[in-house]
């Protein structure tokens, strides 16, 4: 079946730092990979996609490429504000299981600190 | 934009009770789809619509959740003789089209505690 694994948190950085947080996933066929983004009280958010092999999505200074060959979509982020604390959500969208449900890794909370 | 509006935001309930939970779409959206939530998991896909239509409805967890969307707008989730397990937030989400060409606007939940 499908599945996603992403890094365990809570990750704390400070502010300015470099972020990674590592996705990786097992499909059946060609998924799409998404991030999604819960910021404190709020609900989900689209934080970028990628539908095919190395592509890059890109929003909000944030990026992912889509991995092929290692099954990974990491996000990136050059510089981490104090906004960008919330939960970041891994997921993958696999057609051909005919469900059209995306499937989400476990979530990994971002704290950053100023 | 209104958004993706749930009703009730939080739920009480004894074990045993039926519940019910409403979600109202973006207006032109044509999909909606059921998650739920548990403490540290990803949204677990439950079941979606296209229009009035369930399309898929295979990942209910047991015969105790029924969905219905009866006009293609507003949808319900209902869960019969609740358990404890079955406390959890329950998302719901709509979409203009699949999810390759239009993203999932997901509302804020309704999170059920049974007791």
């Known amino acids: 079946g499908n599945s996603v694994t992403q890094m365990e948190g809570p990750v704390t950085l400070s502010e300015e730092a470099f972020l990674t947080i590592n996705c990786t996933y097992t499909?059946?066929?060609?998924?799409?990979l998404f991030w999604y983004v819960q910021y404190p009280g709020e609900g989900l958010q689209l934080l970028l996609k990628?539908?095919?092999?190395?592509d890059k999505g890109s929003n909000k200074g944030f990026e992912a490429t889509y991995r092929k060959e290692t099954t990974s979509f990491h996000l990136e982020k050059g510089s981490v504000q104090v906004s960008d604390s919330a939960v970041y959500f891994c997921a993958l969208s696999a057609f051909g299981g005919g469900a059209d449900g995306l499937t989400f890794g476990k979530g990994t909370h971002l704290i950053i600190q100023p | 934009d209104t958004g993706v509006s749930q009703d009730p935001r939080h739920k009480i309930t004894k074990r045993g009770q039926n519940v019910t939970f409403r979600c109202d779409p973006i207006?032109?959206?044509?999909?909606l789809y059921w998650y739920r939530q548990t403490l540290g998991q990803g949204p677990e896909f439950l079941t979606y619509f296209q229009n009035e239509a369930q399309l898929e409805k295979s990942r209910l967890l047991s015969d105790r959740f029924s969905a219905e969307r009866p006009k293609g707008s507003f949808s319900t989730l209902e869960i019969q003789r609740t358990e404890q397990g079955d406390s959890a937030m329950y998302l719901c989400?709509?979409?203009?089209?699949?999810?390759?060409?239009?993203?999932?606007?997901f509302g804020n939940g309704t999170r059920l505690t049974v007791t």
């Open positions: 499909a059946t066929g060609y998924p799409s």
């Open positions: 990628a539908t095919k092999a190395d």
């Open positions: 989400a709509s979409s203009l089209d699949g999810q390759l060409n239009s993203p999932l606007h």
């Open positions: 207006s032109e959206h044509n999909r």
